[in-house]
């Protein structure tokens, strides 16, 4: 809590801010506190083979891919998904899924991109 309490100190108010790395519920729960209705979280998923293969350079083989998402801090991110405001498949390009969040903004941050 305290790193998030460190966060969202030093955010400007009076701008739009994108945040990174979500873990935790409590991530979540400092956050929305803070922000209210002003606060929207995207959860991001993509296929562990996607993943894997972006992280080659970060993880050579399989087996490290995999004890790395099997740490304790990995364990609660799938928790997150039901509290987002939208969920998106970032299974393809980067091109792919900034069209994917250029869409969702367009929209007033509703609906639901696959």
């Given at each position: 809590?305290?790193?998030?309490?460190?966060?969202i100190?030093?955010?400007?108010?009076?701008?739009?801010?994108?945040i990174?790395?979500?873990?935790h519920?409590?991530?979540?729960d400092?956050?929305?506190?803070?922000?209210?209705?002003s606060?929207?979280?995207?959860?991001?998923e993509?296929?562990?083979?996607?993943?894997?293969?972006?992280?080659?350079?970060?993880?050579?083989?399989?087996?490290?891919?995999?004890?790395?998402?099997?740490?304790?801090?990995?364990?609660?991110?799938?928790?997150?998904?039901?509290?987002a405001?939208?969920?998106?498949?970032?299974?393809?390009?980067?091109?792919?899924?900034?069209?994917?969040?250029?869409?969702?903004?367009?929209?007033?941050?509703?609906?639901?991109?696959?």
């Amino acid at each position: 809590m305290e790193l998030n309490s460190r966060l969202i100190a030093g955010l400007d108010r009076s701008r739009n801010t994108a945040i990174d790395g979500l873990r935790h519920p409590s991530d979540f729960d400092s956050l929305s506190s803070a922000f209210g209705v002003s606060f929207d979280m995207i959860f991001l998923e993509a296929r562990a083979e996607c993943r894997f293969e972006r992280m080659r350079a970060r993880f050579p083989t399989r087996a490290a891919f995999e004890a790395a998402e099997s740490q304790p801090v990995e364990a609660y991110i799938d928790s997150l998904k039901p509290l987002a405001s939208v969920t998106i498949s970032n299974d393809d390009s980067l091109v792919r899924l900034y069209q994917r969040l250029d869409e969702w903004i367009a929209a007033g941050g509703a609906g639901d991109y696959k």
